[in-house]
């Protein structure tokens, strides 16, 4: 039986048809996070106003950070995101195994071979769309960045879109959150990242197609990026590129980022401002709390990050706080970093244990952690 969430349901078919909203659930969504309904840009200013005196939030930064690309808001294509469906942050209750793993940039043969050396896809599939699921009723979370930086970064994206559909026919989820490269993309698809000549701009011209065409909510791929969460919180575990939510709770944070793709199309500070969820670096560094105390503002015990494959340890590797408040899962998996091959962190619930371990593509599996279970 199709498993129902009031969180993740059907939006139209026409306008989004391989979101993430295609994902059921019959586990109860642990918070149902209000949204600010803008209409106009003073609305959202008063409402973001009051919520930064509400919250008392460490918003400083985030203020002074005016960081904008010079490109033209899409206002004129006919389609808007159907936040109910698609929210900025999705929530899911605990599943029995939570597997994570960010940054492929590109690298769809290394993450293919990874998630069918783990079961997480049933076998290797002969094209990216054939993805199939054989992990049941667990959940894989994807933090971001699977564009540039490597040579196949559209068959990451065809993958991950089939995956998502054929997960949920057994009671699954695959949560994918944008990373920074994506966020840039969506912002300025010829910026200098993907026009690199790893970026993901001459692989979409090599197929004969236009960057900003594919960019565009007109696109399939384009559509299913605009759709995407910016983070997600799975039971006691939250999951964001760069992890730096500025002490915010949830319900504030979500509609920070609802308001920054509703009034400037991801064109924001929240999104691509150097201090922002997807682009920050270094934030856990300000004292050692400060994971911890992150981690408690959105309702979680541990962060799960990516973005930079050098934070808290060795490159290639699963690194983490001596508190476990906060992940690293960067490991460079891309076959132009190559710092490995690529890891999948899994989390599973033994008793009243969370068990968190390191899954390589070799096939060997590294305790990283071992704590009181998170909810």
């Not at 039986?1 to 129902?4: E, L």
């Not at 998996?333 to 890891?343: A, E, H, I, L, Q």
């Given at each position: 039986?199709?498993?129902?969430s009031?969180?993740?349901?059907f939006?139209?078919?026409?306008?989004?048809?391989?979101?993430?909203?295609?994902?059921?659930?019959?586990?109860?969504?642990?918070?149902?996070?209000?949204?600010?309904?803008?209409?106009?840009?003073?609305?959202?200013?008063?409402?973001?106003?009051?919520?930064?005196?509400?919250?008392?939030?460490?918003?400083?930064?985030m203020?002074?950070?005016?960081?904008?690309?010079?490109?033209?808001?899409?206002?004129?294509?006919?389609?808007?995101?159907?936040?109910?469906?698609?929210?900025?942050?999705?929530?899911?209750?605990?599943?029995?195994?939570?597997?994570?793993?960010?940054?492929?940039?590109?690298?769809?043969?290394?993450?293919?071979?990874?998630?069918?050396?783990?079961?997480?896809?049933?076998?290797?599939?002969?094209?990216?769309?054939?993805?199939?699921?054989?992990?049941?009723?667990?959940?894989?979370?994807?933090?971001?960045?699977?564009?540039?930086?490597?040579?196949?970064?559209?068959?990451?994206?065809?993958?991950?879109?089939?995956?998502?559909?054929?997960?949920?026919?057994?009671?699954?989820?695959?949560?994918?959150?944008?990373g920074?490269?994506?966020?840039?993309?969506?912002?300025?698809?010829?910026?200098?990242?993907?026009?690199?000549?790893?970026?993901?701009?001459?692989?979409?011209?090599?197929?004969?197609?236009?960057?900003?065409?594919?960019?565009?909510?007109?696109?399939d791929?384009?559509?299913?990026?605009?759709?995407?969460?910016?983070?997600?919180?799975?039971?006691?575990?939250?999951?964001?590129?760069?992890?730096?939510?500025?002490?915010?709770?949830?319900a504030?944070?979500?509609?920070?980022?609802?308001?920054?793709?509703?009034?400037?199309?991801?064109?924001?500070?929240?999104?691509?401002?150097?201090?922002?969820?997807?682009?920050?670096?270094?934030?856990?560094?300000?004292?050692?709390?400060?994971?911890?105390?992150?981690?408690?503002?959105?309702?979680?015990?541990?962060?799960?990050?990516?973005?930079?494959?050098?934070?808290?340890?060795?490159?290639?590797?699963?690194?983490?706080?001596?508190?476990?408040?906060?992940?690293?899962?960067?490991?460079g998996?891309?076959?132009?970093?190559?710092?490995?091959?690529?890891?999948l962190?899994?989390?599973?619930?033994?008793?009243?244990?969370?068990?968190?371990?390191?899954?390589?593509?070799?096939?060997?599996?590294?305790?990283?952690?071992?704590?009181?279970?998170?909810?």
């Open positions: 039986m199709k498993r129902t009031p969180r993740l349901r939006g139209p078919v026409l306008l989004v048809p391989l979101c993430l909203a295609a994902c059921a659930d019959s586990r109860p969504a642990v918070i149902d996070a209000p949204v600010v309904d803008a209409t106009s840009p003073a609305d959202v200013s008063s409402d973001l106003d009051a919520a930064t005196d509400a919250t008392g939030m460490d918003n400083a930064v203020a002074a950070d005016t960081t904008v690309f010079d490109t033209v808001p899409r206002a004129d294509v006919p389609w808007s995101r159907d936040w109910a469906a698609s929210p900025a942050i999705v929530q899911l209750a605990r599943p029995a195994a939570l597997f994570a793993v960010s940054d492929v940039h590109g690298g769809y043969a290394r993450l293919a071979a990874l998630l069918a050396r783990h079961g997480i896809l049933a076998s290797m599939p002969a094209t990216p769309d054939a993805a199939r699921w054989g992990a049941g009723d667990s959940d894989l979370v994807v933090v971001g960045d699977m564009i540039d930086k490597g040579p196949q970064a559209l068959e990451v994206v065809d993958l991950l879109r089939a995956l998502q559909i054929d997960a949920a026919s057994s009671g699954g989820h695959v949560v994918v959150t944008l920074n490269h994506e966020g840039e993309f969506l912002v300025d698809p010829l910026n200098s990242k993907a026009t690199a000549a790893d970026g993901v701009d001459p692989e979409i011209t090599a197929m004969g197609l236009d960057p900003n065409a594919v960019a565009s909510p007109m696109n791929r384009g559509r299913w990026l605009r759709t995407l969460p910016f983070a997600a919180r799975i039971g006691g575990w939250f999951f964001a590129h760069a992890g730096d939510t500025h002490g915010r709770d949830v504030t944070l979500e509609s920070a980022l609802h308001n920054a793709v509703v009034l400037h199309d991801y064109n924001d500070p929240e999104v691509i401002g150097t201090s922002s969820i997807l682009e920050s670096r270094d934030w856990y560094t300000v004292d050692t709390a400060t994971p911890s105390r992150y981690a408690a503002a959105v309702g979680a015990t541990h962060i799960v990050m990516g973005h930079d494959p050098h934070a808290l340890g060795a490159n290639g590797v699963i690194a983490l706080t001596s508190d476990a408040a906060l992940f690293r899962i960067d490991c998996m891309s076959p132009d970093v190559n710092y490995s091959n690529g890891v962190l899994r989390v599973r619930r033994i008793g009243a244990t969370d068990v968190a371990e390191a899954l390589a593509a070799d096939g060997s599996v590294t305790p990283v952690w071992t704590g009181a279970a998170a909810p």
